[in-house]
Each structure stands twice: as C-alpha cells, then as structure tokens.
C-alpha cells in the first residue's frame, strides 16, 4: 500500500482519499487524524487518471469500430448464440493479449521528471510524542 496517494481535487477521488487514509490508519495507528493523500492544486490529472484517458481516447475507439464494422456487415449476428460464443472464445483472449501489450508499452515508456510531485513523505506523518 503506497504511503501517500495524490490526485487533482476532483470530486471521483474522494472515495479513493477516504479509503486510503482508512487502511494507513488502521495499519498505523500513529496516523490518525492525518490525511495519507495529497491533493494537487492545479488542474492536471495525476499518471492513473492520464493513463486511463489516454487508454479511452486512443485504444478503445479502434476496438469499438472493429466491432461495429462485424455487426454493421453482418459478419456477425449479436442474436446467435453460437456465434456469440465463438466471438467470445476469440475476442476475449485477443483483447486481453492487446490490453498486456498496452501495459507493458505505457510501463516501459520513460516517463518525464515531476517536480509538483510530492516526494517529502514526512508532511503526511504526524510527530510522534517523545
């Protein structure tokens, strides 16, 4: 479990914050009453929300048109149930081979340095009494 998340201030992250700071807390208890998220002031999305957009505006659109060019030619009836089985023992594993090359392409690809990145972990703890 990471010891700080951090994320811009939409309202989708506050589960995620809540959530964080629930486990950290209850795995340490010197935590409590502090915040185990950072939320960044500025309007950029942190590298998981890029990711997940990047994946949604540029992977999933070619897949979707592939598709719908099958069904819209009539290569493929989403009523018949052996072909939709086929479709299935097919697509499935090649979509999941796709989205792994995906992964590995976007996990090996070097990222640029941050400096808004929060690196000072020592913020998030609070002082122990002596």
């Known amino acids: 479990m990471p010891l700080v998340t951090q994320s811009d201030a939409g309202s989708e992250n506050f589960g995620i914050a809540n959530a964080h ?4 807390q209850w795995h340490n208890l ?9 939320w960044m002031h500025s309007n950029k999305n942190v590298m998981p929300e890029i990711t997940w957009s ?3 505006r540029h992977f999933a659109p070619g897949f979707e048109n ?3 060019l099958g069904v819209n030619s009539g290569w493929y009836d989403t009523n018949n149930t052996p072909q ?3 479709f299935r023992w097919v697509f499935i594993p090649w979509l999941q081979q796709e989205l792994d090359a995906y992964r590995c392409r976007v996990n090996n690809t070097a990222k640029r340095h941050d400096r808004n990145k929060v690196r000072d972990f020592n913020l998030f703890l609070p ?3 002596l």
Do not use: E
């Open 21 to 24: 700071t629930t486990l950290r």
């Open 30 to 38: 010197a935590l409590a009453g502090s915040l185990q998220h950072w």
């Open 54 to 56: 990047q994946l949604q």
């Open 66 to 68: 592939l598709l719908d």
């Open 84 to 86: 939709v089985m086929v």
């Open 127 to 129: 002082a122990l009494p």
